[in-house]
């Protein structure tokens, strides 16, 4: 008789759980499609840059924009009629952030939720309470501490005026989706290539377990799933990219495997109608796939 009433304790505790997983991701999912959307980019200005093709399979755009070695020598008089001046992409990016912000500030429904306020300064101090107390991507299933953290580690991290302005950008900056997400993952990604003076940007330790966190845990999957499609499909799309990127470092140490989770998506993807680079996501996608393949 005991041992029945401890089953169902625990089948009630689990539930509990569950439910309280749905109802985090719900707290932070976003109006479904006439909101769907994450905007990065003045709606006036996209930059050239990154209209071309998100996550580029090759170099990233900063080594693009260094030159290739000329094969006679010029001089300074003939270079500088014949060739224009190449902008510092380090520079182009620091400046594409900043704009941003800027653009952000002069809106209205940002001054009406706060009134003065600096988009930037508020950027930064979201960006460092991220390594203060991460989520744990593995380890739910031996500890249900754990996987309570998780499902509540939004709750602990950002206060109710920090979400309630990145619920509101999100709402009304939706028109350049995916040139947004791929600035980011591009300026997450950076490493070394570029200088930080201001100590803001991630490492890729810990962009690695935020991207863990998202498609290995309950917490995390939550989240994604309430989500409208083409940003649940893009973030795990983009999530893919960086363990697949730990993979190849060797410095995937949660031994997270995203094979499982590439043919899904690339399936979904290629049914979503709406994305721009649609074949570049698939390609790329396949190219990971075949990555893995090769290795079993």
Same mark, same amino acid.
């Given at each position: 008789?005991?041992?029945?009433?401890?089953?169902?304790?625990?089948?009630?505790?689990?539930?509990?759980?569950?439910?309280?997983?749905?109802?985090?991701?719900?707290?932070?999912?976003?109006?479904? #499609? &006439?909101?769907?959307? $994450?905007?990065?980019?003045? !709606?006036?200005? *996209?930059?050239?840059?990154?209209?071309?093709? @998100?996550? =580029?399979?090759?170099?990233?755009?900063?080594?693009?924009?260094?030159?290739?070695?000329?094969?006679?020598?010029?001089?300074?008089?003939?270079?500088?009629?014949?060739?224009?001046?190449?902008?510092?992409?380090?520079?182009?990016?620091?400046?594409?952030?900043?704009?941003?912000?800027?653009?952000?500030?002069?809106?209205?429904?940002?001054?009406?939720? #706060? &009134?003065?306020?600096? $988009?930037?300064?508020?950027? !930064?101090?979201? *960006?460092?309470?991220?390594?203060?107390?991460? @989520?744990? =991507?593995?380890?739910?299933?031996?500890?249900?501490?754990?996987?309570?953290?998780?499902?509540?580690?939004?709750?602990?991290?950002?206060?109710?005026?920090?979400?309630?302005?990145?619920?509101?950008?999100?709402?009304?900056?939706?028109?350049?989706?995916?040139?947004?997400?791929?600035?980011?993952?591009?300026?997450?990604?950076?490493?070394?290539?570029?200088?930080?003076?201001?100590?803001?940007?991630?490492?890729?330790?810990?962009?690695?377990?935020?991207?863990?966190?998202?498609?290995?845990?309950?917490?995390?999957?939550?989240?994604?799933?309430?989500?409208?499609?083409?940003?649940?499909?893009?973030?795990?799309?983009?999530?893919?990219?960086?363990?697949?990127?730990?993979?190849?470092?060797?410095?995937?140490?949660?031994?997270?495997?995203?094979?499982?989770?590439?043919?899904?998506?690339?399936?979904?993807?290629?049914?979503?109608?709406?994305?721009?680079?649609?074949?570049?996501?698939?390609?790329?996608?396949?190219?990971?796939?075949?990555?893995?393949?090769?290795?079993?």
């Amino acid at each position: 008789m005991k041992k029945g009433r401890r089953r169902k304790w625990w089948v009630l505790l689990v539930l509990a759980l569950i439910v309280a997983a749905v109802l985090a991701g719900y707290y932070f999912g976003f109006e479904r #499609e &006439k909101e769907e959307g $994450t905007s990065v980019v003045s !709606k006036n200005k *996209i930059p050239s840059d990154i209209k071309e093709s @998100p996550a =580029p399979m090759g170099p990233s755009r900063v080594e693009e924009a260094i030159p290739p070695a000329k094969e006679a020598v010029q001089s300074p008089e003939v270079r500088d009629k014949e060739s224009p001046v190449l902008e510092d992409p380090c520079k182009a990016m620091d400046d594409q952030l900043h704009e941003f912000f800027n653009y952000l500030d002069t809106r209205s429904y940002i001054q009406d939720l #706060e &009134k003065g306020i600096d $988009t930037y300064e508020r950027f !930064k101090v979201l *960006i460092n309470k991220l390594p203060s107390n991460p @989520p744990m =991507p593995s380890g739910e299933a031996l500890d249900k501490e754990i996987m309570i953290r998780n499902v509540f580690f939004f709750f602990r991290t950002f206060g109710r005026k920090d979400i309630r302005l990145i619920k509101e950008i999100m709402r009304n900056e939706a028109d350049t989706l995916e040139m947004n997400l791929d600035f980011f993952y591009r300026w997450l990604m950076l490493g070394d290539k570029c200088p930080d003076p201001e100590g803001i940007r991630p490492s890729f330790d810990l962009t690695y377990t935020y991207a863990g966190y998202l498609m290995n845990t309950l917490g995390g999957r939550a989240n994604l799933t309430r989500r409208p499609t083409g940003l649940r499909l893009l973030f795990t799309y983009y999530c893919v990219l960086i363990i697949h990127e730990a993979d190849k470092k060797g410095r995937n140490k949660y031994g997270i495997d995203v094979l499982p989770e590439i043919d899904p998506l690339i399936q979904e993807i290629g049914l979503y109608p709406d994305f721009l680079f649609q074949g570049n996501y698939v390609d790329r996608l396949n190219q990971i796939k075949d990555y893995y393949l090769q290795k079993r």
